[in-house]
């Protein structure tokens, strides 16, 4: 499809100056401030792009130095338990990502030598790093010749080109990927390979916004398809729209006497896997069958005001029941009624003061209400 001003990218001068005019424009206008930029080191560069997916920029800024500091090389990470890393996490969510960060920091000590590989195809193959954030870490650190495809890059990439395919086809998706390819000169020099990739990272985050992008300010405008056709709305096009689940979880709350909370990790897949919450119930009924004979009363001493949190597929409402238990000297600090010392037995949870608690991987749903408790 041809633009209205017969500049199209189809042409090869529109081809050659897509990337001259981003990266001129990346380095007069793009971001340049940020403690992710101006290294190339991988695993700072790595680091940073894992936890930039689906987060504000903002949010990562008050991470990314936390995590350095503990965290300073892959070796100290790949030598931290789970717990450490995912407390660490805590709050920033999406928190597969913090496991195959660890399992990756492992991978790249035991079998790279501490080194993360120089090449794309090779990054790609390591725990949690897809094909664009493995662009990402080769432009930047090694100055390799791939395009990134993020989210924010299909939407640019996309309007410039008015491709019209579905990304919800993987087919469609593939000839996006050689599309973005071709916009890479072969003789790109590794400094412009590093303000072409935060360039095309910066566009999407800033001038071509999902809605109302501000075509007049962007660098590419005179190339770009849909801006000339006068409907940058309708790009990019895909038909699987994300369906949200209404979920109801109701959350087993026993408090001590002394403050100590039961905590109990969530299994190692699915929804929070691996991090420290209350006991978890898919119904009322569900939680008062698993705790009967416990010697608990049939009606919980508090029912918190429910809790609305939405993750990516669910639309979760969380309940809160809360018991507060005796202790019983006798069978030791940690053992108290009947079912809750088998649970303790095998490993389903355990009794942890508030700081305990709060230096854990928790959900940021189950941080904050203990914060506001
Ligand atoms: Fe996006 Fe508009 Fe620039 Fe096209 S001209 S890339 S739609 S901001």
Not at 73 to 90: I, R
Not at 324 to 353: H, I, Q, Y
Request: charged share 20%.
């Amino acid at each position: 499809m041809r633009a209205r001003n017969g500049f199209g990218l189809s042409s090869p001068q529109a081809l050659a100056e897509f990337f001259p005019r981003l990266v001129a424009w990346q380095r007069a206008h793009g971001r340049s401030g940020l403690p992710w930029q101006h290294t190339q080191d991988p695993y700072r560069v790595w680091l940073s792009e894992i936890m930039l997916q689906q987060t504000q920029v903002a949010s990562v800024l008050q991470y990314y130095p936390r995590f350095l500091e503990r965290f300073p090389n892959v070796q100290t990470l790949a030598a931290a338990t789970p717990d450490e890393v995912l407390a660490l996490w805590s709050g920033l969510g999406y928190y597969s990502r913090a496991r195959n960060l660890h399992r990756c920091a492992q991978a790249v000590v035991a079998e790279h030598g501490g080194q993360f590989p120089a090449s794309a195809e090779a990054l790609a193959t390591l725990p949690g790093i897809g094909r664009s954030t493995a662009a990402a870490i080769a432009a930047f650190c090694f100055g390799e010749r791939v395009s990134i495809l993020d989210g924010n890059v299909k939407r640019v990439l996309t309007r410039l080109l008015a491709f019209e395919g579905d990304l919800a086809s993987a087919t469609q998706e593939k000839a996006l990927w050689q599309q973005a390819q071709r916009l890479v000169p072969a003789d790109a020099s590794a400094p412009d390979m590093a303000a072409y990739t935060q360039g095309l990272m910066d566009l999407g985050a800033s001038l071509c916004a999902r809605s109302q992008p501000q075509c007049l300010l962007c660098p590419v405008q005179p190339l770009c398809l849909a801006q000339a056709q006068g409907r940058p709305d309708e790009f990019p096009v895909k038909t699987r729209r994300l369906v949200r689940r209404a979920e109801s979880w109701w959350l087993l709350v026993l408090v001590r006497p002394d403050g100590r909370l039961w905590l109990a990790p969530r299994p190692e897949r699915g929804i929070w896997a691996g991090l420290q919450t209350f006991p978890v119930f898919a119904s009322r009924e569900e939680l008062q069958q698993h705790t009967a004979g416990w010697g608990l009363p049939p009606e919980p001493e508090r029912e918190h005001e429910p809790v609305r949190h939405a993750l990516t597929h669910r639309e979760l409402t969380l309940h809160w029941l809360e018991w507060c238990v005796p202790e019983a000297p006798a069978s030791g600090a940690d053992s108290l009624p009947a079912g809750l010392s088998s649970e303790l037995r095998a490993g389903k949870g355990r009794w942890m003061t508030m700081p305990e608690a709060l230096a854990c991987g928790l959900p940021a749903p189950i941080r904050a209400w203990l914060l506001q408790r």
